[in-house]
């Protein structure tokens, strides 16, 4: 499949189109509320698709149907927790941020708890967050391009990468939010394509397309058995926390909330894109299925993470391959620009205009330091995705979660319901949550042994959420009550002020 030349033509023809969105967005972009969140003008419509689109990543369309392909009936694990957590973001987070912030999650924070100390907390888990998602998404885009122009992986990361940084320095989040639209649209109508080819294939049953894929399986048994992706119940309630709680702490997709105009717009965009997402993951399944039945069971070009593309080109050809890889590029494109937003964002809105310049930065100055943050970021995010290139993405993506279910998610919610919350106590348990969760990954089997290369794991669990989240909800309590500081005092009694207002709204 190296060098298809129809393959190539769409997906030029794609990246020609994202580009001249990006060009249209920057004569429209002016001031930083443009750059952060395109003037709060996107209609929850619109930002419904964006929310959606920043979620069905790399992850969510390569990696689960890697998964099927490889692993077998795991697979539904990460197409059922896909959509978990988005009830909660809805019902407790969304509108009340919205009221809170102006352009990312770390204002809500900054409301009534000493504002430098939690933005940095904030900026420092926004960065191990975007940057675990950003691997992810460029592992998948490397790959991708690898094996439709048969270059080197590294070349294409690094080619993946500068359109990444052209698509934020010069388009923002009014580029970003009409790419995600695009895309997500997109990304819908060939999928739904792909499921009437599969059902054509095998007839319009479900049990004929799980009939194929143990046909096709050397082992169906194993095929079929559970707990091959989570070999133990620790790793699988951590994983279940994970995908319950992460969203709600994704600061890519939190920063979307503040490009409408109010919280009930915010509330009405995750409601779009809830249904979006919940009917993406149906879809997904019986692909996931169909792979298994019609992709052989040895080794593919570019590995199974391409599972989905080999799948395209098995029921329609060069034609829907190279569609297929188009909007799977697209796709990941668009996710990356989001995730290298919030990132820079977290660098120039936190730590140098609130945290350096105690918020006396000029828009100019802060808008500049951002686009500094994305090429540096940018770079980092490339050499790490040549790292970890034989990782499966879906694995990977789910990293991130497990750091905001954490850290963002906990100390988010403790700050809008809990009156008790000090900085104090949300400091600890911030750190407490951020050094576990991290470090547990780090010291896990998936990074620990598959890439350090090391001969066995230090923590014996694929993932931590079970550990880390319960002990920064744990420190954030104790601290919190046993803080009897002046400024502790104060800010149990502005909690009051913050729900009024919260309900209110500006």
């Known amino acids: 499949m190296g060098g298809n030349p129809v393959a190539a033509s769409i997906f030029a023809a794609f990246v020609t189109a994202t580009l001249g969105i990006t060009y249209w967005a920057n004569r429209r972009s002016a001031g930083a509320k443009d750059f952060y969140a395109a003037g709060g003008r996107i209609t929850p419509r619109q930002n419904g698709l964006a929310i959606a689109g920043d979620y069905l990543s790399a992850a969510s369309f390569l990696g689960t149907i890697s998964v099927f392909a490889s692993i077998g009936t795991d697979g539904l694990l990460y197409a059922v927790g896909a959509v978990a957590g988005w009830p909660i973001a809805t019902f407790l987070v969304g509108e009340r941020l919205r009221n809170l912030g102006r352009y990312t999650f770390s204002d809500a924070l900054g409301y009534r708890l000493a504002e430098r100390p939690v933005r940095l907390l904030a900026a420092v888990s926004t960065l191990c967050i975007t940057g675990c998602y950003l691997v992810a998404q460029l592992v998948g885009a490397g790959t991708l391009v690898q094996i439709l122009f048969n270059v080197p992986y590294a070349h294409a990361v690094v080619l993946v990468g500068a359109l990444m940084m052209i ?63 989570v070999p133990d119940g620790v790793s699988a309630v951590s994983l279940g926390l994970a995908f319950a709680l992460g969203p709600a702490g994704l600061p890519h997709v939190l920063m979307r909330f503040f490009t409408v105009k109010d919280a009930q717009s915010a509330r009405q965009s995750l409601s779009y894109a809830t249904t979006i997402i919940a009917l993406f993951q149906l879809v997904v399944i019986l692909l996931g299925y169909a792979a298994a039945a019609l992709l052989p069971t040895g080794p593919l070009p570019g590995g199974h993470n391409m599972a989905a593309i080999h799948l395209a080109n098995a029921l329609g050809g060069e034609t829907l391959l190279g569609i297929a890889a188009a909007v799977t590029f697209a796709t990941i494109l668009a996710v990356v620009s989001g995730l290298m937003l919030a990132a820079a964002s977290a660098v120039s809105h936190d730590l140098y205009k609130h945290v350096w310049k105690r918020g006396r930065a000029t828009e100019a100055a802060e808008i500049r330091i951002s686009r500094g943050a994305t090429v540096l970021l940018g770079i980092i995010a490339v050499y790490a995705a040549i790292l970890f290139q034989h990782e499966n993405i879906g694995f990977l993506a789910t990293l991130p979660l497990v750091v905001a279910a954490s850290v963002n998610s906990a100390m988010l919610i403790l700050t809008m319901y809990w009156r008790g919350l000090t900085t104090r106590g949300a400091l600890a348990g911030g750190v407490t949550g951020l ?58 009694q502005a909690f009051d002020a913050q729900f009024t207002l919260s309900e209110r709204g500006p």
């Open 435 to 492: 050094i576990l969760s991290v470090g547990l990954i780090v010291l896990s089997r998936g990074v620990w042994v598959d890439v350090l290369g090391h001969a066995h794991a230090v923590f014996p669990y694929v993932y931590p959420t079970l550990f880390s989240l319960p002990a920064a909800l744990l420190v954030a309590f104790v601290v919190s009550l046993t803080d009897r500081s002046l400024r502790g005092r104060g800010e149990r």
């Open 167 to 229: 698509y934020v320095l010069f388009g923002g989040m009014v580029a970003t939010t009409w790419i995600q639209i695009v895309k997500a649209s997109l990304l819908l109508i060939t999928s739904l394509a792909m499921v009437l080819l599969v059902l054509r294939h095998f007839g319009p049953s479900l049990d004929s397309v799980i009939g194929g894929a143990l046909s096709a399986s050397p082992d169906p048994s194993r095929f079929l058995r559970s707990g091959q992706l």
